[in-house]
């Protein structure tokens, strides 16, 4: 009987060693998910910075893809805070801005900016600048930091 | 008296491994319930987060349908009359759910099966404002009664949606909801074959006009639930997917607030226009100063904020829409900068 005791003690000790284990797996795994999730959330919200009916060049109501309309990006900027809710929603705790990089680069707006402790995931999107009364285009970037 | 000591002792060792072995037993069946239910919300969870993403990628894509393979699962939609939105897998099992509160989402309170079908249309008014995303299963089935070919026509061929004439004739296909799209005609009574199937199973929409009647099944008859309105084509269809008329009235309003922030930044850009050109007279169009009528613009900034508190207004926005279109035509015919 004590035989029988003591290998059923070895036999539930090697089992919790078979779960600690497992757990430490289940772990690692479940870290890799987060990180997935996350980077994840980046490209989304990326998505949705370049694809915004607000800033969005169009023609005849067709939108014209990596293209934001100079006049939109202007006329959004100070209706984000107001809606500082409803802009949440759709973009977190991320900054994004526009740069103008040629002809010059002196040309920046800042269309969202909603910091957070901790890193940040960074994208960059090329884009066209359209000012449609000088009927002009140039070049910029979307810069989509992503809070953790 | 020794072989009698003995003998209990066999006994009391059968005893001892049978407890023993029951309680070893019970400790691993424990535990692979407990990892099942562990299982079971970690895949509900990933299927919310790529599903959440799913939705993302096909609001952007619009006009297309998609045919997504899923796991088998239930996923829930709702939208009620305190803009609670959201959508959940599995809900009632694992609680997961993911918040909705700006994404324009047209779908029944429940689609189930292997295959998700997932349409996106421009919400125009007139000028873009959102993609309404449309939702369904294709065993969820869409009867239309003596319809618009041009409305049945566009209908995604990828869903399982048949064209009548009258309701006789009607067979049950084993579908687990039926939705049933009346055009200028009462609904009148469930064919005999869907009476079997759950009230909440079965419902219907009646199309007159520019008003939608909702119906459900109440035994053996249709029931109005209340009516509502469009105005747009992808405003009908969303009548289509949607369960009931609070979820339908409950996403327009998420698009009418979209539509208020965008009619404002239409109705800045179209001052910022108008100013640039009369501060530059030397412009070679100038002349299109006279072609902005600011009044337009702020009329459906307007009206959109009035419909956000009150349904009841929303019909009024028709009037500074057709003005718009009109507006942009003119400037077209100019060669001038268009509003949208």
């Given at each position: 009987?004590?035989?029988?005791?003591?290998?059923?003690?070895?036999?539930?000790?090697?089992?919790?060693?078979?779960?600690?284990?497992?757990?430490?797996?289940?772990?690692?795994?479940?870290?890799?998910?987060?990180?997935?999730?996350?980077?994840?959330?980046?490209?989304?919200?990326?998505?949705?910075?370049?694809?915004?009916?607000?800033?969005?060049?169009?023609?005849?109501?067709?939108?014209?893809?990596?293209?934001?309309?100079?006049?939109?990006?202007?006329?959004?900027?100070?209706?984000?805070?107001?809606?500082?809710?409803?802009?949440?929603?759709?973009?977190?705790?991320?900054?994004?801005?526009?740069?103008?990089?040629?002809?010059?680069?002196?040309?920046?707006?800042?269309?969202?900016?909603?910091?957070?402790?901790?890193?940040?995931?960074?994208?960059?999107?090329?884009?066209?600048?359209?000012?449609?009364?000088?009927?002009?285009?140039?070049?910029?970037?979307?810069?989509?930091?992503?809070?953790? | 008296?020794?072989?009698?000591?003995?003998?209990?002792?066999?006994?009391?060792?059968?005893?001892?491994?049978?407890?023993?072995?029951?309680?070893?037993?019970?400790?691993?069946?424990?535990?692979?319930?407990?990892?099942?239910?562990?299982?079971?919300?970690?895949?509900?969870?990933?299927?919310?987060?790529?599903?959440?993403?799913?939705?993302?990628?096909?609001?952007?894509?619009?006009?297309?349908?998609?045919?997504?393979?899923?796991?088998?699962?239930e996923?829930t939609f709702?939208?009620?009359?305190?803009?609670?939105?959201?959508?959940?897998?599995?809900?009632?099992?694992?609680?997961?759910?993911?918040?909705?509160?700006?994404?324009?989402?047209?779908a029944p309170n429940l689609i189930k099966g292997?295959?998700?079908?997932?349409?996106?249309?421009?919400?125009?008014?007139?000028?873009?404002?959102?993609?309404?995303?449309?939702?369904t299963s294709?065993e969820i089935r869409y009867i239309?009664?003596?319809?618009?070919?041009?409305?049945?026509?566009?209908?995604?061929?990828?869903?399982t949606?048949?064209?009548?004439?009258?309701?006789?004739?009607i067979?049950d296909k084993n579908n687990y909801k039926v939705k049933f799209?009346?055009?200028?005609?009462?609904?009148?009574?469930v064919p005999?074959p869907l009476q079997h199937m759950p009230n909440k199973d079965i419902t219907a929409i009646?199309?007159?006009?520019?008003?939608?009647?909702f119906f459900e099944k109440e035994n053996s008859r249709f029931k109005?639930t209340?009516?509502?309105?469009?105005?747009?084509?992808?405003?009908?269809?969303?009548?289509?997917?949607a369960e009931d008329?609070?979820y339908?009235?409950?996403?327009?309003?998420?698009?009418?607030?979209?539509?208020?922030?965008?009619?404002?930044?239409?109705?800045?850009?179209?001052?910022?226009?108008?100013?640039?050109?009369?501060?530059?007279?030397?412009?070679?169009?100038?002349?299109?100063?006279?072609?902005?009528?600011?009044?337009?613009?702020?009329?459906?900034?307007?009206?959109?904020?009035?419909?956000?508190?009150?349904?009841?207004?929303?019909?009024?926005?028709?009037?500074?829409?057709?003005?718009?279109?009109?507006?942009?035509?003119?400037?077209?015919?100019?060669?001038?900068?268009?509003?949208?």
């Amino acid at each position: 009987m004590f035989e029988t005791i003591a290998i059923l003690f070895i036999f539930f000790i090697i089992v919790l060693f078979g779960f600690i284990f497992y757990t430490r797996i289940q772990k690692t795994t479940y870290k890799a998910e987060q990180e997935e999730a996350v980077i994840l959330r980046a490209i989304q919200i990326a998505e949705k910075a370049s694809f915004l009916p607000e800033i969005q060049c169009s023609f005849d109501n067709v939108p014209v893809e990596d293209c934001i309309d100079k006049y939109k990006l202007e006329a959004l900027t100070p209706i984000i805070d107001p809606n500082k809710i409803y802009y949440y929603r759709i973009f977190g705790d991320s900054r994004i801005t526009i740069n103008q990089t040629y002809p010059s680069d002196t040309v920046s707006w800042t269309l969202y900016d909603r910091p957070k402790e901790g890193e940040r995931l960074s994208t960059q999107i090329p884009v066209s600048i359209y000012n449609p009364a000088t009927d002009q285009y140039t070049f910029g970037v979307i810069y989509v930091e992503v809070y953790r | 008296m020794k072989k009698k000591k003995s003998q209990i002792s066999i006994q009391f060792s059968w005893i001892f491994i049978l407890i023993a072995g029951a309680i070893i037993l019970i400790f691993f069946i424990g535990i692979i319930y407990k990892q099942k239910a562990v299982s079971e919300t970690r895949l509900a969870g990933t299927v919310a987060t790529d599903l959440e993403a799913i939705l993302t990628g096909a609001r952007i894509s619009t006009g297309t349908v998609n045919v997504i393979q899923i796991p088998k699962i239930e996923a829930t939609f709702t939208c009620d009359e305190m803009g609670d939105s959201w959508f959940g897998v599995d809900w009632e099992k694992t609680g997961i759910k993911k918040s909705l509160p700006i994404e324009v989402v047209f779908a029944p309170n429940l689609i189930k099966g292997k295959e998700l079908i997932t349409w996106a249309l421009d919400f125009s008014a007139p000028f873009k404002v959102t993609n309404f995303l449309y939702l369904t299963s294709p065993e969820i089935r869409y009867i239309f009664v003596n319809p618009d070919e041009e409305i049945y026509e566009d209908f995604p061929e990828e869903t399982t949606k048949e064209e009548v004439l009258t309701m006789a004739g009607i067979s049950d296909k084993n579908n687990y909801k039926v939705k049933f799209i009346f055009f200028d005609q009462a609904p009148g009574t469930v064919p005999a074959p869907l009476q079997h199937m759950p009230n909440k199973d079965i419902t219907a929409i009646k199309i007159t006009g520019k008003t939608i009647e909702f119906f459900e099944k109440e035994n053996s008859r249709f029931k109005s639930t209340g009516q509502t309105f469009y105005i747009t084509k992808p405003m009908l269809y969303a009548a289509i997917f949607a369960e009931d008329k609070i979820y339908y009235e409950c996403n327009l309003k998420k698009a009418f607030k979209a539509l208020n922030i965008v009619a404002t930044v239409y109705a800045d850009r179209e001052t910022t226009l108008k100013e640039y050109y009369e501060n530059n007279p030397d412009d070679r169009r100038a002349y299109c100063t006279l072609y902005y009528y600011e009044e337009d613009t702020t009329a459906l900034k307007q009206i959109s904020e009035a419909c956000i508190q009150d349904m009841i207004n929303c019909p009024g926005l028709s009037d500074p829409i057709a003005k718009l279109e009109h507006d942009n035509l003119i400037l077209k015919e100019h060669s001038c900068p268009l509003l949208y």
